[in-house]
């Protein structure tokens, strides 16, 4: 196989050397790598090591990397959004298996496990708020998955029944399905966790039935969603993330897990009422199940 080197308007690197969006260098990021959304809730995560020795932050992609009990983590934010995961996950995997040196794909591959702390929204009733949800699957309304080949990991049996019971609009995007990875799934699936499946909107709005101004194209779509079955699977939570993580992870073969930290409950119409607290026993308890054999 050719291993040309990659132009500089592809694999574009910083004047000191660091990749373009996430100004990392090689050997900045550990193995196992926990996503947030929010840049503040690094310093959540963060707080918890034993040490920090890599902290950079441009855009809404800040980074930390130190050791918890031991253990090598990097934890980055990624800003909301399926496009800004696009940009993480191929400059993350950049770092440890492109030679920036040569600008050549590495003969030999190293596998990234990632691990997303996240909020979201429970679409099921008995869904409590201030819970947590492991994504067994996702289902992506975002494009994302659709610009690359080599998805055929997707259920698109999955994808064809949501698309029926919804009478889904052929003008918004096709939904396509991906899963966790079995073995970190197996590690979060336990009390406190319960797992399901995910659906990744590309709002937290309109996308997700919310409406304060504006009417939505379809004023049912929350109660078809909450409503839809397919081999005894319902759609548990919204978020904005999970659908592209699989997926990349995927493609790029590495591992992902996404942990929800449910803040709303759409159907009771109620919200937490001690956000940062549930966020941070989510953190906790995910560096804690990170480090236990
Ligand atoms: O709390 P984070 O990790 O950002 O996750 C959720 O919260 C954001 C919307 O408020 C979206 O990013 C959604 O996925
Ligand atoms: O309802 C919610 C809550 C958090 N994040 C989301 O994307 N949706």
Do not use: C
């Not at 500089?8 to 550990?30: C, R, T, W």
């Not at 979060?188 to 399901?196: A, I």
């Amino acid at each position: 196989m050719k291993n040309k080197p990659l132009t500089s308007s592809e694999f574009i690197l910083n004047e000191d050397g660091s990749i373009y969006h996430l100004h990392l260098k090689p050997g900045d990021i550990a193995h196992t790598i926990i996503t947030v959304g929010d840049p503040d809730r690094v310093e959540d995560v963060s707080k918890h090591f034993d040490s920090i020795e890599v902290a950079v932050h441009r855009r809404e992609f800040k980074t930390n990397t130190g050791t918890y009990k031991g253990k090598p983590i990097t934890v980055i934010s990624t800003g909301i959004g399926t496009d800004n995961i696009d940009i993480v996950f191929n400059e993350l995997d950049a770092l440890v298996n492109i030679d920036f040196k040569s600008r050549t794909i590495k003969q030999q591959h190293t596998t990234l496990e990632f691990v997303r702390i996240g909020t979201s929204g429970s679409i099921q009733p008995d869904i409590p708020l201030d819970s947590f949800v492991a994504s067994e699957m996702a289902i992506g309304f975002d494009n994302l998955l659709h610009f690359y080949k080599d998805v055929d990991f997707l259920d698109h049996n999955f994808s064809e029944a949501l698309r029926s019971q919804m009478q889904w609009n052929a003008h918004k995007s096709s939904p396509y399905v991906v899963t966790a990875d079995t073995s970190l799934l197996e590690r979060f699936s336990e009390k406190p966790f319960r797992t399901g499946i995910t659906a990744t909107n590309v709002g937290f709005y309109g996308p997700q039935g919310r409406t304060l101004r504006l009417q939505l194209e379809d004023s049912h779509l929350n109660e078809k969603l909450q409503s839809f079955q397919y081999k005894n699977h319902v759609i548990t939570n919204l978020e904005m993330e999970t659908s592209g993580i699989y997926g990349m992870a995927k493609l790029l073969g590495h591992n992902a897990i996404s942990l929800n930290a449910i803040l709303a409950n759409r159907v009771s119409g109620t919200f937490s009422s001690t956000p940062k607290q549930t966020i941070d026993n989510l953190i906790v308890t995910t560096l804690d199940l990170l480090t236990h054999d």
